[in-house]
């Protein structure tokens, strides 16, 4: 049976877990949406370097775990010199992991802009970058943005990977609430439903908004 008093008695532990989440949530999708339109004009960019760097990126890291990825940043980065405490690191995995998912989704949705357009702007002496800012760019993110969103959803719910690391986020404190409670179900229950608070709603507004987008065309 789930014990109100694990809540009540623990709540401040559970808000700044959720501060925390929210936190690293919204920096790695600014993050990842800026680096994946970046590997994204790589991919399909006539510049051969540029396309092969693009695409090893992408399939490497969709390809491998999150918790490596995260790893790379928190154990391996200190071999080099460089120590970042759990929740930058967790942060940047989850950055740079996101970001391949969104960089194939930008990309999809830059592919999908008639071809014609591309050609009309150049021809009218925009260089490719000017193309792609003020005529390709615009076009492909209204397209991207339903993916893009369901990928945010998917971010906060890995943001508990942090909690590996001792990244200070909710799963992290739910471990916390249950190290010293012994109340397992109760202390991960309100973990639950935090995170379903989070979510939910932005699984209602994704769903709102891609709905919106189908009928404006």
């Known amino acids: 049976m789930i014990s109100p008093d694990i809540l009540t008695d623990n709540w401040d532990l559970y808000l700044e877990g959720i501060r925390n989440t929210l ?15 970046i590997v994204a004009i790589m991919r399909i960019t006539s510049f051969r370097l540029l396309n092969i760097l693009g695409a090893v990126y992408v399939e490497f890291f969709r390809n491998i775990p999150l918790l490596l990825v995260v790893y790379i940043f928190f154990l391996g980065l200190p071999a ?65 943005i339903p993916p893009i969103t369901n990928q ?45 608070i989070l979510t939910i709603p932005l699984s209602i507004a994704s769903n709102a908004l891609e709905r919106r987008l189908l009928r404006s065309g």
């Open 23 to 37: 936190s690293a949530s919204l920096l790695a999708l600014a993050g990842s949406f800026i680096l994946g339109v």
């Open 80 to 144: 080099l010199g460089l120590t970042l405490n759990g929740f930058i690191s967790g942060t940047l995995g989850l950055m740079v992991y996101t970001s391949a998912y969104i960089a194939e989704a930008v990309r999809a949705g830059i592919q999908s802009v008639p071809i014609g357009q591309t050609e009309a702007a150049r021809s009218s002496g925009l260089t490719y970058t000017q193309t792609m800012r003020h005529v390709v760019l615009p076009q492909a993110v209204k397209i991207v």
């Open 152 to 196: 945010f959803l998917n971010l906060v719910k890995n943001s508990s990977i942090l909690s590996v690391v001792s990244g200070f986020d909710l799963m992290y404190f739910g471990d916390i609430v249950n190290s010293y409670t012994y109340d397992t179900v109760s202390s991960y229950a309100f973990v639950a439903v935090f995170y379903l």
